[in-house]
């Protein structure tokens, strides 16, 4: 039997500081194409697929039902490489301050998929990017996380003044199909 379900795909890109008003004026598309193209204008990308929470879900639920009105704005990122886990809503070591996407980049709907995008600017503290999701407080350690993402493999690390990194996560919906 075969499921499917929530996909969430993330990417960290790390571009020069001179680059980041391009990069904070692109719309979604514009951006993801530039990642699958793998653009030279990236310093470094990394890709992770990881979990969707499980209390993540169930708010998008309580969202759809007008139960809950606080929206998923604040991209978190943090340096710890520890597994993502469905049940856990905090990263493992957050950075002291979260994003806000409807300042500093963008949260949109097309179709079956939510897009956010949170473009960190060269004055962000200096941090080896290993970990990032998607929440409804901007206080770090608190909140709703929506998702979270582990770059274990191959972080960014960002030098606060010299570089600026944007974090892209794509989270498609499918309906369950069970094949026998």
């Not at 020069?16 to 904070?24: C, N, R, T, V």
């Not at 969202?63 to 856990?88: E, V, W, Y």
């Amino acid at each position: 039997m075969k499921k499917n379900g929530p996909q969430d795909t993330c990417y960290a890109v790390l571009y020069d500081a001179k680059d980041a008003d391009y990069i904070s004026k692109l719309n979604p598309d514009d951006l993801f194409s530039l990642i699958y193209q793998k653009s030279s204008i990236f310093k470094t990308m990394s890709k992770a697929d990881d979990v969707v929470t499980f209390p993540g879900l169930s708010y998008c639920m309580q969202l759809i039902l007008g139960s809950q009105t606080t929206r998923f704005t604040f991209m978190c990122a943090g340096s710890s490489s520890n597994t993502a886990d469905p049940f856990k809503q905090t990263l493992g070591s957050e950075a002291a301050s979260r994003l806000n996407m409807s300042i500093s980049g963008s949260m949109t709907r097309s179709g079956q998929a939510l897009r956010f995008v949170g473009n960190f600017p060269a004055s962000f503290q200096t941090i080896t990017v290993r970990e990032s999701g998607v929440n409804t407080n901007s206080v770090p350690n608190s909140g709703i996380l929506l998702n979270r993402n582990v770059f274990s493999s191959s972080p960014i690390t960002h030098i606060s003044g010299g570089t600026a990194f944007t974090l892209a996560s794509l989270i498609t919906f499918s309906s369950v199909t069970t094949w026998a």
